[in-house]
């Protein structure tokens, strides 16, 4: 057999780019709550409260399709964190470390969960105790400031990641945490006013989940940013140069 030795060649990987990856995402999230809120408004027995319609596919209405989606969109990102900062990318910068990704993980990871779970429901009787009548949606009292300790760690967190995967990190939590609190506080006021059952409290919560479907997505696509490119790749070449 013809000796070989090793070389560096060029081994291009073909992956698809960030761009046309996040306009899918969204575009599955985009049809998801659209159903959703054309099968409430539409009034069709299908998906009154109750039938397999509204069980299904309200984006209201806990562990069903839309449920499923923004908890894996969550799994998978904490799961490409975890990837990323265990193989130590050329591509990272410098000043990047597994530690950053690691942590990352885990709080996309905790993020999924709470989708899957809804942990948070749980903390409704505790923020009635501590502050009684203060949101209509009382688990806000302790949901705000946590979001609050969250944006500022994954701030700290995120300033040791590359550039692009930075930005899509923090755009996604930014976005995720617009819905999760800024516009989960809007349903709490229009609920205090008897109005959450009114086409403007249906959309503000269609509104909502859209909005954590959407950052779930950007904070999914975090740990390929650069993986789209083509790499230079060691690999075996014959001696003579002919692979």
Known sequence: PMPVEPRCGTLTVPVPRLP???????????????????????GHPL?????????????????????????????????GCLARGARRDPLDSPGSTGFAWFACAAGLAALSLDELASIHELLFVAGDRLAPGAF?????????PLALALAAGAVLVARRLPRRARALLLGGLAVFLIGAVGLEWLGSELTARDAYGTRLGVAAYHLEELAEMLGAA???????SGSERARNVAHPTPAGGVP
Do not use: K, Q
């Open 47 to 79: 998906f009154v409260s109750g039938e397999a319609g509204h069980r299904l596919v309200d984006v209201g209405t806990e562990a069903n399709i839309p449920t499923w989606w923004s908890a894996t969109l969550l799994s998978l990102g904490a799961a």
């Open 20 to 42: 046309h990856l996040l306009v899918e995402l969204a575009a599955v999230s985009v049809a998801l709550t659209a159903l959703s809120y054309l099968g409430l408004v539409s």
């Open 218 to 224: 950007l904070m999914c696509l975090s740990p390929l």
């Open 136 to 144: 209509a949606f009382s688990w806000l009292v302790i949901g705000i």
